[in-house]
């Protein structure tokens, strides 16, 4: 650490298929200087995220004096209308039942910072002579807890690229985003940040695809990290479509290559209440002139850059050459 010259981030994980394609990414990038990883809980408990995350820094061969601090291990507040949360706040149908496609990857000795993940989130932005992005791609507890604990952090975010979120309907509901969805008091609290936001949303997330083709010889690779990107990209595969996403991954390309980005400034706010739209991201498209009669007009929502289309096939090749 310290060596490299490309734009300095840290990521925020639930390791997690697509977070794990991501790390890969995130440690090959010459464009990128990883500072630090912290974990959450999302699609799976806070123990095998982080167990997943240091196995997966290995494969990528990332420096061992990284730091990976653990946070989070349930949102803020428990969800008010599921009857079984622990069923249903995870997504191990989606990761595998280890969160990590079932690879049985070495155990990591890579050591875990002693600090909870907000004081090493405090610790390096502080720290650093240059600012920050930061790239949440889980439900984001550890953020909002960061910003209310020590929001003198803030002047030391350059950005926040977060995945999260949806234009147009969710994933884990009709309405809600999963990562939203988890924690959407914490994601209330991100959005209304005084930092620039990128939201990488659903409209964008599925759109970066490696073909199955590509992805196979991926995984006959001797490059460790393109290996295990072939591995996870296979489980992840879609057959009708012989081609699976890079998901999380996206939105670390987004930091590498934002101009492969179309963003629009709108105004997003967060559902917090609905029994059916809970997590919903609610992003406002109209016209100033439309919204004169909006009885919510005196309670401005925060604008984030919001991801409305993606050049996919330059991410994808991105993420293929930089992990292979
Ligand atoms: C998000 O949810 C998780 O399952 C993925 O890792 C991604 O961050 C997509 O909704
Ligand atoms: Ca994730």
Not at 187 to 192: E, L, M, Q, T, Y
Not at 193 to 215: K, N, Q
Not at 282 to 309: C, I, M, N, Q
Request: glycine share 8%; proline share 7%.
């Amino acid at each position: 650490m310290g060596l490299q010259s490309g734009r300095p981030v840290v990521l925020d994980v639930d390791t997690g298929v697509d977070d794990a394609l991501a790390l890969l990414l995130a440690v090959n990038s010459p464009d990128l200087d990883l500072r630090g990883v912290t974990c959450v809980a999302g699609n799976t408990g806070l123990e095998p995220v982080v167990q997943n995350t240091l196995r997966v820094l290995d494969v990528a061969g990332a420096p061992l004096d990284l730091p990976v601090a653990a946070g989070a291990r349930r949102p803020l507040l428990d969800p008010p209308h599921i009857a079984e949360p622990a069923a249903t706040q995870t997504a191990e149908h989606v990761h595998g039942a280890d969160g990590l496609a079932d690879l049985g990857l070495p155990e990591s000795t890579r050591p875990l910072d002693r600090r909870p993940a907000v004081q090493l989130l405090r610790d390096l932005l502080l720290g650093s002579d240059t600012p920050v992005t930061l790239v949440p791609l889980a439900p984001m507890t550890n953020i909002a807890l960061l910003l209310r604990t020590y929001p003198e952090v803030q002047e030391k975010i350059e950005r926040i690229v977060l995945m999260g979120g949806a234009v147009n309907g969710g994933n884990v509901t009709a309405a809600a985003e999963f990562n939203v969805f988890a924690d959407p008091e914490a994601a209330a609290v991100v959005f209304g940040a005084d930092v620039p936001i990128t939201m990488y949303g659903l409209d964008v997330f599925y759109s970066v695809r490696v073909s199955e083709t590509e992805a196979t010889a991926m995984a006959a690779s001797d490059v460790p990290s393109a290996r295990l990107a072939g591995q996870l990209l296979l489980f992840r595969m879609n057959g009708e479509l012989g081609s699976a996403e890079i998901g999380d991954a996206g939105a670390v390309a987004a930091v590498i290559a934002p101009d492969g980005l179309t963003t629009e400034a709108l105004p997003v706010r967060v559902e917090l209440e609905g029994r059916y739209t809970r997590g919903c991201t609610v992003v406002d498209r109209r016209a100033e002139s439309d919204k004169d009669w909006d009885p919510h007009r005196g309670f401005p929502a925060p604008v984030l850059d919001v991801a409305l289309g993606v050049d996919a096939i330059r991410y994808a090749k991105l993420f293929v050459e930089t992990v292979s």
